[in-house]
């Protein structure tokens, strides 16, 4: 069982920076495709940012594109997601998830199988 656990949430200004972590806790030394979603309000979850399991590969939605950067420290177990220039619509609660059995390229929801509890980000004007 891998269990995605999410940190570094916070309220920041528009144009700010904010970097999440994700740690994988359970199967030490397996490596998946990680990837990072939000969600505002009942609005549905949205795909972020995706790392490949060795961190060669990653991917991002065109709305974080040149302002977020996805990576992995496989010494610590960790995936980050380093967010810059940030604005209001960025707004949301960022979750973090592991494609244990989906597909490497995958960005929607359902192609990953292992989800945290999510952190929240707030940006203000």
């Known amino acids: 069982q891998v269990q995605p656990i999410e940190s570094g949430g916070g309220s920041v200004k528009t144009g700010g920076s904010l970097t999440l972590s994700c740690a994988p806790s359970g199967r030490p030394g397996s490596r998946f495709t990680m990837g990072w979603f939000r969600q505002v309000g009942g609005k549905d979850r949205e795909f972020v940012a995706r790392i490949s399991w060795n961190g060669e590969r990653t991917y991002l939605a065109n709305s974080v594109k040149g302002r977020f950067s996805i990576f992995r420290d496989d010494d610590k177990n960790t995936v980050y997601l380093h967010m810059n220039s940030l604005k209001v619509e960025d707004t949301g609660i960022y979750y973090c998830?592991?494609?244990?059995?989906?597909?490497?390229?995958?960005?929607?929801?359902?192609?990953?199988?292992?989800w945290g509890r999510g952190t929240q980000v707030t940006v203000s004007s």
């Open positions: 998830a592991a494609a244990i059995n989906g597909p490497p390229g995958g960005t929607r929801v359902v192609d990953f199988d292992s």
